[in-house]
């Protein structure tokens, strides 16, 4: 089956690809994008408009799917009612609500979603723009920036450490100063 017929029989993600590719889910800044997957993991381009009633999202969405239509115009005619509509950078699905990545997941590329989304933040008309395989960064690339977060972090460590074993005195048991 196509992408759209599994979004509309709400399957998620065939053969569990995309729950292991996920792994937990970290719900960080919705306005994150979305990594598609493809194989195992892939990157993902969404442009989306945002809505707080579900009535308005609906007839977006129908006018969103319909044959011709420029999703860009739809974002700009509805960008001062939305509650958000913009384009979004690439990301990882642990970035989106766990909603948005499972529907981007089954949609091929330029394909709108059949229906809204709701998620914590509203209704999501949602549109994935493209996708491409995920390459990680080399350990070269990363492995200053991991020193630097490993550093602090036993920074952190330390002093929270010294700060529960520090006791504090007040008044007339407090040691003189020399």
């Known amino acids: 089956a196509d992408g759209v017929s599994d979004v509309r029989a709400g399957r998620v993600c065939g053969p569990g690809m995309a729950r292991a590719a996920r792994g937990s889910h970290d719900r960080g800044d919705h306005d994150e994008d979305f990594q598609d997957v493809a194989g195992l993991c892939g990157h993902g381009s969404p442009p989306k408009i945002l809505f707080e009633d579900e009535a308005t999202a ?6 969103a799917v319909a044959e011709g239509t420029d999703f860009a115009a739809l974002m700009s005619e509805y960008g001062g009612v939305a509650r958000q509509a913009k384009s979004l950078d690439w990301a990882i699905p642990t970035r989106l609500p766990k909603e948005l990545s499972e529907i981007a997941a089954q949609l091929p590329d330029g394909m709108v979603a059949p229906a809204p989304i709701q998620t914590s933040f509203g209704w999501h008309v949602l549109r994935r723009a493209e ?45 003189k100063a020399k």
């Open 58 to 63: 609906r007839a977006v969405a129908e006018r």
């Open 131 to 175: 996708s491409r395989p995920f390459a990680p960064p080399d350990f070269e690339t990363v492995k200053e920036a991991a020193r630097k977060q490993l550093s602090e972090r036993a920074i952190k460590d330390y002093i929270a450490s010294l700060r529960a074993k520090a006791k504090l005195a007040v008044g007339a048991s407090a040691p």
